[in-house]
């Protein structure tokens, strides 16, 4: 059983910034690739970040490049995701999702694992 543990989020004004963490525990953490998703309110969950196994490759989001950076740390087994220049439509519900490969294509594919968080609320204010 994996389970998968987010921190880290809350209330920012626009233009700040806020570092998310996922633990990982329960399988090698450093053998999967590992992502980041968000839900607004109303709207469906959606792909934000993914990271390949050894931190080598990583994609985004169009919204969000240039601005959120994923990490990794498989010493700790923790994922981050840096979320610089924040927006208002950034207010979202965050989850960490475990992928199945240690490859980010898993993320793109729509081939994840279905081991999720339990979110973390980021806001945005104005």
């Known amino acids: 059983q994996v389970e998968l543990v987010e921190s880290g989020g809350g209330l920012v004004q626009a233009g700040g910034s806020l570092r998310l963490s996922c633990a990982a525990s329960?399988?090698?953490?450093?053998?999967?690739?590992m992502g980041w998703f968000r839900q607004a309110p109303g709207k469906e969950r959606a792909f934000v970040a993914a990271?390949?196994?050894?931190?080598?490759?990583?994609t985004y989001t169009d919204s969000v490049k240039g601005r959120f950076t994923i990490s990794r740390d498989n010493v700790k087994n923790t994922v981050y995701l840096q979320m610089n220049s924040l927006k208002l439509e950034d207010t979202a519900v965050y989850y960490c999702?475990?992928?199945?490969?240690?490859?980010?294509?898993?993320?793109?594919?729509?081939?994840?694992?279905?081991?999720w968080g339990q979110g973390t609320q980021v806001t945005v204010s104005s």
């Open positions: 999702n475990a992928g199945r490969t240690g490859w980010v294509r898993d993320f793109l594919t729509g081939s994840s694992s279905d081991y």
């Open positions: 329960g399988r090698t953490f450093s053998n999967y690739a």
């Open positions: 990271i390949s196994w050894s931190g080598g490759s990583t």
